[in-house]
């Protein structure tokens, strides 16, 4: 134990504190002075790298301890040493002072990847290495391959099979005479164009096409593909995990209704509580507001400008927000106070929650406005301009364990002692004084997808705050199990509360966030919402954003804690396979933990799911659960460094660029602007991706079978000689500059034009099963392949008299068209840049005929015999193909044949 707090003390710059450790601080400054404040304390934007990695403001505490580093001088020079305090007093001769302890907490932590806003902190380090969340909640990136790859990877292998097994054939129908392994390999070679090593090349410099049409899209400006290597997997996609807050949402929290019992506001009438807000100010006889009675008073009947006072008062105070002024251009404040000047000043609120910001800038629109914020105080402007001083004698923050928030306040002018207290309703209806219209309220503001917060009031007479504070101190001075005794005398206070009011404030969705989540369900995509805040928030996000309908049962995942438990919930999600199931990182843990694959297989059946209180690491083993159980291509969305872990681990990940940085967007694959733009990302350039790869790479499988058909049959005609039907320098031409670009020129085909895409989504569920490219449709390839080979092979040489050469010009010449015309057979939607590679490749080819005389006899070229030859080969190879697709397209039309936009 004497080690753990052996510890090195140093003074921490803000530069340092993005390094992996966390510290306990005693000390701060501030740019205003070098001097260290009995009551300072220091602003920090902190980037917890946690549930949430949000860049939040946080007031973090400094100790009272302080003054023992001042009195004995600590400094942070290396030579001291690491020493512990009780170490230094000894040496220096010095003793504790009576009465001066205190205690540290979280308040007191400065936590890994924090920036100090202002001055530098004195602390020590009490954590550093890989072991902390920031270092464990990440992941090593890897390549990503993509499926199409992956099958065509195995449909090369099987071109490889047949390459060695067709010149095993032939070697042995030439007999093993003489050196039989040199014709082996010769054989091999020849046979080698079935094996399309420029499949490659073509697949690469396609994707950059797909990449570069999918930046320049102006329907989802801002797009950037950081990935080339996997755009047809965003036409695979059977499974979506998105984040909520940044990438659902906006991120952004406005106040929608205020809640008195008897009385509600919402923002049309907004107006009539300013009034009655002005009013109560003005008959009172204080500038503090109404005077409340006393406790002893008894019951009193208060008036609805009373109640709205003090709900709106509370929600004015009970808050963790400092307000930060900006001073304006060309504004002189010498002469002026401090609350002049500050009326002159832009006020930005700063705080951890992003709901507490929109309260206290609602009761600034009504009114009522926080004007300065420190330590040990709060002050109030009142609708009349006066100023409310308030002193803050406890804090106690939200944790989500407690699920609420509460401070104790006593007012300067009349030294009233009051204790405000918000919180979830689920725990606020248990510390509230009973009443009718809690629940039922409650419930209508979440079926609206409001976040619901109780506000609550206790005023305390002197004597009942001093015995609160004395028991506080002592709790907090514990030893062992202080969090419980710390706990246990807050609730002692927590009783008999007086419900003030009940607000909903709608964190505001991204636009088009709704019919892009329909979109998607319509494609066959199942989205998976996973995200660290609290279920009640999660629930209520996936119900307004649609995620979740209206007409779907909800199955709350209730906490589970052992084998038992789990196979229990287990069994009741089986019974409602139907609803929508909602489950905690916690819960999720413990079913992982003993029935893996029965959670996730049931799971996969539930039409959406909802994970919440869900760490980065956790969101990571989810995806990768489903890529293993499933079998499915998954795709994961998010907006913060929370979510790269989540993003690296699906096939396919997208960031979006919003308020928390470009960290996701920059780790992701492509990145994009609003979550809105993810429908025409996978409906129109994921199908397009998968289906021009499909086609192109079955092309290209296509060109290099067809000429080895010609190779193999010339091989058997004339005796399995191992010699080469075409001279290499025709062979390297055919592959390159005679189909490269009409071949090419399939990756700006399309079966469907972007509008129908994105008006009939179901035609998405097709691609997932991947019937553009399987064994097949490859096996239908490899027998045009062997019909056209044979048909241009054995068309020549019954049409063959005079010289080989002439065999050569005939069969190249009709190979090269029937290469031409199958482009044109492939094509579903012409391009005006495809007719121009057509014409292109066949001038380039009619100008080779004349200048490569060596190859091709010019005089022949130009007799009637040469051309009708050629023109009869050609047509006996490709019409009956026309035909077959004619026939096909009018008896077996696709499904999309006949949808019009």
């Excluded at 190979?815 to 005006?832: C, D, G, K, P, S």
Aim: hydrophobic share 40%; glycine share 6%.
């Amino acid at each position: 134990m004497e080690k753990r707090h052996q510890l090195c003390l140093r003074r921490i710059p803000p530069s340092e504190l993005f390094k992996r450790q966390r510290a306990v601080f005693w000390r701060s400054t501030t740019p205003k002075s070098s001097s260290f404040y009995a009551a300072s304390e220091t602003f920090i934007c902190q980037r917890l790298m946690c549930f949430e990695s949000k860049a939040d403001w946080k007031e973090e505490l400094t100790s009272s301890t302080r003054p023992y580093f001042e009195k004995y001088n600590i400094t942070t020079e290396k030579k001291r040493g690491v020493q512990t305090r009780r170490q230094y007093m000894q040496r220096e001769g010095g003793t504790d002072v009576a009465g001066s302890e205190d205690s540290l907490s979280i308040e007191n932590t400065l936590w890994a990847n924090t920036v100090v806003a202002s001055g530098t902190a004195l602390g020590m380090v009490i954590y550093t290495g890989p072991e902390t969340r920031s270092v464990m909640n990440t992941s090593q990136p890897k390549s990503k391959v993509g499926l199409l790859d992956l099958e065509i990877n195995t449909l090369t292998k099987v071109l490889f099979f047949a390459v060695l097994t067709l010149a095993i054939v032939m070697m042995c129908l030439k007999g093993f005479g003489g050196p039989w392994y040199r014709y082996l390999f010769r054989f091999i070679l020849l046979f080698s164009y079935i094996i399309p090593i420029s499949l490659r090349v073509n697949l690469d410099m396609g994707k950059a096409a797909y990449s570069w049409l999918i930046m320049r899209d102006k329907e989802i400006p801002g797009t950037v593909v950081r990935s080339t290597t996997i755009p047809e997997e965003l036409g695979r996609i059977s499974y979506l995990m998105s984040d909520k807050t940044g990438t659902l949402t906006q991120n952004e929290m406005i106040f929608k209704r205020l809640h008195l019992g008897t009385v509600s506001y919402t923002p049309d009438t907004m107006d009539e509580l300013s009034n009655q807000l002005k009013t109560s100010f003005t008959q009172s006889l204080t500038p503090s507001g109404p005077s409340t009675p006393s406790r002893g008073a008894g019951p009193v009947r208060r008036t609805v400008i009373t109640r709205t006072y003090e709900a709106v008062r509370a929600i004015a105070l009970c808050h963790n927000v400092t307000p930060v002024y900006e001073d304006q251009e060309n504004s002189d404040s010498s002469s002026e106070t401090e609350v002049d000047q500050q009326t002159k000043q832009t006020v930005n609120y700063q705080a951890s929650s992003p709901d507490e910001v929109a309260l206290v800038a609602w009761t600034e629109s009504v009114g009522l406005t926080l004007l300065k914020r420190d330590l040990n105080s709060m002050k109030l402007r009142t609708p009349k301009g006066t100023v409310v001083s308030y002193l803050i004698l406890h804090i106690f923050p939200f944790t989500s364990e407690t699920k609420r928030m509460g401070i104790i306040v006593k007012e300067e002018q009349t030294g009233e002692i009051i204790f405000f207290m918000k919180g979830a309703d689920m725990v606020m209806q248990n510390i509230v004084q009973y009443n009718d219209w809690l629940e039922e309220e409650c419930g209508n503001m979440a079926r609206e997808g409001l976040r619901t917060l109780v506000v609550s009031k206790k005023v305390l007479t002197e004597e009942q705050f001093q015995d609160f504070d004395s028991r506080y101190h002592q709790a907090k001075m514990s030893i062992q199990d202080r969090n419980v005794k710390v706990q246990g005398v807050i609730e002692s206070l927590e009783r008999d509360m007086e419900l003030l009011c009940l607000t909903g404030v709608e964190d505001k969705l991204q636009e088009g966030v709704r019919p892009a989540l329909e979109m998607l369900k319509n494609a066959g995509i199942k989205v998976w919402m996973l995200t660290g805040d609290k279920l009640e928030t999660a629930t209520c996000i996936a119900k307004s954003s649609k995620l979740v309908s209206r007409i779907q049962a909800l199955h709350i995942f209730r906490n589970v804690n052992s084998r038992t438990e789990a196979h229990l919930e287990l069994n009741n999600l089986r019974k409602k396979q139907d609803n929508a199931l909602i489950i905690t990182g916690d819960a999720l843990q413990v079913c992982l933990k003993f029935y893996e694959h029965e959670f996730v297989e049931l799971a996969c059946q539930c039409p959406c799911v909802v994970v919440c209180r869900c760490s980065p690491t956790q969101k990571a083993e989810i995806v990768k659960l489903l890529k293993v159980h499933s079998g499915k291509r998954t795709c994961a969305i998010g907006d913060g460094g929370n979510d790269v872990s989540m993003i690296q681990a699906a096939d396919a990940g997208i960031g979006i660029v919003g308020k928390e940085g470009k960290q996701a967007s920059l780790a992701a694959d492509f990145s994009i602007t609003q979550f809105s733009h993810i429908g025409r990302l996978l409906l129109v350039h994921g199908r397009n991706s998968y289906k021009r790869s499909a086609s192109l790479s079955q092309f290209v499988i296509h060109r290099g079978l067809i000429i080895s058909t010609m190779q193999a049959i010339f091989c058997s005609v004339f005796y399995f000689v191992s010699v080469a039907l075409f001279p290499g320098f025709l062979m390297v031409g055919y592959a390159t500059i005679y189909t490269m670009y009409p071949v090419f020129s399939l990756v700006l085909d399309k079966d469907v034009s972007a509008n129908i895409a994105m008006t009939y989504p179901e035609l998405y569920k097709d691609l997932t099963k991947g019937r553009s490219l399987s064994f097949k449709t490859f096996f239908l390839w490899v027998l045009i392949s062997l019909y056209q080979g044979g048909i241009i092979m054995y068309g020549a040489l019954l049409l063959f008299e005079d010289e080989f050469i002439h065999v050569v010009s005939i069969t190249f010449t009709s190979l090269i068209l029937t290469e031409l015309l199958m482009v044109a057979l492939t094509v579903r939607t012409w391009h005006y840049l495809m007719i121009v590679a057509e014409v292109f490749s066949l001038a380039i080819y009619i100008v080779s005929l004349v200048v490569l005389k060596d190859y091709f006899d010019a005089t022949f070229l130009q007799t009637w015999d040469f051309i009708w030859k050629v023109l009869v080969i050609t047509s006996v190879s490709c019409i009956p193909l026309y035909i077959l697709k004619y026939l096909r397209k009018k008896f077996s039309p696709t499904v999309y044949s006949k949808l019009t936009p």
